[in-house]
């Protein structure tokens, strides 16, 4: 291995904890309403206003802006002036996090894996 | 080979040196996964026998766990050995078992010789697709398949 432990650890930590402890709890909230979900889920397949919104799911305009200042409460969906039009899209950090996640399971993973490549495999009864 | 480019916004980048040829990496990476996958890492309720990869594209990468389930959670998307191997992963961050059809991320392989060896260079893109996988991701944090697991997986490993 390359690198003192230690810091590497440190590293893991320091991209998870802070992660849950200051975003999730109101994620979390935001995404318990099943309504709310599916409008989240809309916006990860790319930005709409409200009115295209409210096309895709049988929720009234009014109900789809309160449901998208909840989520922007909770930092999962921000919102753009586009000329006289306001689109929503995912937040940023929101995906941040599914990177964090990621990026931190494949460093994991390919430590295992050079060890692997490195030393000759346990033999299998 | 996909060749959609990768936005840099929903991928995470990994590399790693290691001190073998490319076709040996290539060998572990794919026949080996069993070997060096974290073992806290599984799908099915009971624990991991083995995960495994059928060598082609279009081949279903699977685990199978100590009770004889199976269940197929990634699809080879490009088989070239020895220099790139791409799969479609279905498992979002939640851990659980995907539905068939459910939307995939990408991850792209590449194995390039070096002086010292072979540089593994992974690309796992297209992670928008397992954008609401909040409160499972949650979930796991606190279960002993989840971070606390990782992590002691990990420390074993330094």
Redesign the interface.
Same mark, same amino acid.
């Given at each position: 291995?390359a690198g003192p432990?230690e810091r590497? @650890?440190g590293d893991?930590?320091s991209l998870?904890l802070p992660f849950?402890a200051t975003y999730?709890g109101r994620?979390?909230d935001a995404?318990?309403d099943p309504t709310r979900?599916a409008v989240?889920?809309l916006l990860?397949a790319g930005p709409r206003s409200v009115a295209e919104i409210a096309a895709d799911l049988p929720v009234s305009r009014p109900a789809v802006s309160q449901h998208l200042k909840v989520l922007k409460d909770a930092a999962?969906v921000s919102s753009t002036a586009v000329g006289t039009r306001r689109v929503y899209a995912?937040d940023?950090r929101?995906?941040a996090?599914?990177?964090d996640?990621?990026? @931190?399971?494949?460093?994991?993973?390919?430590?295992?894996?050079?060890?692997?490549?490195?030393n000759p495999?346990e033999e299998k009864p | 080979m996909t060749s959609a480019e990768t936005d840099p916004?929903?991928?995470?980048r990994?590399?790693?040196v290691?001190?073998?040829s490319p076709e040996?990496?290539f060998d572990?990476?794919t026949a080996?996964l069993d070997?060096?996958?974290?073992r806290s890492?599984h799908l099915l309720p009971d624990d991991l026998k083995r995960v495994t990869v059928e060598p082609r594209a279009g081949g279903a990468i699977r685990e199978e766990s100590v009770t004889g389930q199976t269940c197929t959670w990634g699809r080879v998307l490009t088989w070239d050995p020895p220099g790139t191997f791409v799969f479609a992963w279905l498992i979002g961050?939640d851990w659980q078992v995907p539905d068939p059809d459910a939307a995939g991320s990408r991850v792209t392989v590449t194995f390039t010789p070096v002086a010292d060896g072979t540089r593994?260079d992974?690309v796992?893109d297209r992670?928008?697709?397992?954008?609401?996988?909040?409160?499972k991701?949650?979930d796991g944090?606190g279960s002993d398949g989840g971070?606390p697991g990782?992590?002691r997986?990990?420390?074993k490993?330094?």
């Amino acid at each position: 291995m390359a690198g003192p432990p230690e810091r590497l @650890t440190g590293d893991l930590e320091s991209l998870d904890l802070p992660f849950v402890a200051t975003y999730q709890g109101r994620m979390l909230d935001a995404l318990g309403d099943p309504t709310r979900r599916a409008v989240f889920e809309l916006l990860a397949a790319g930005p709409r206003s409200v009115a295209e919104i409210a096309a895709d799911l049988p929720v009234s305009r009014p109900a789809v802006s309160q449901h998208l200042k909840v989520l922007k409460d909770a930092a999962l969906v921000s919102s753009t002036a586009v000329g006289t039009r306001r689109v929503y899209a995912l937040d940023p950090r929101a995906l941040a996090a599914v990177r964090d996640y990621f990026d @931190t399971f494949w460093q994991q993973s390919l430590a295992a894996f050079k060890d692997a490549v490195e030393n000759p495999p346990e033999e299998k009864p | 080979m996909t060749s959609a480019e990768t936005d840099p916004g929903t991928a995470v980048r990994t590399s790693v040196v290691v001190g073998a040829s490319p076709e040996h990496a290539f060998d572990v990476f794919t026949a080996g996964l069993d070997r060096w996958w974290i073992r806290s890492h599984h799908l099915l309720p009971d624990d991991l026998k083995r995960v495994t990869v059928e060598p082609r594209a279009g081949g279903a990468i699977r685990e199978e766990s100590v009770t004889g389930q199976t269940c197929t959670w990634g699809r080879v998307l490009t088989w070239d050995p020895p220099g790139t191997f791409v799969f479609a992963w279905l498992i979002g961050s939640d851990w659980q078992v995907p539905d068939p059809d459910a939307a995939g991320s990408r991850v792209t392989v590449t194995f390039t010789p070096v002086a010292d060896g072979t540089r593994v260079d992974l690309v796992h893109d297209r992670l928008d697709a397992h954008g609401a996988g909040w409160e499972k991701v949650r979930d796991g944090v606190g279960s002993d398949g989840g971070w606390p697991g990782l992590l002691r997986e990990y420390a074993k490993t330094v």
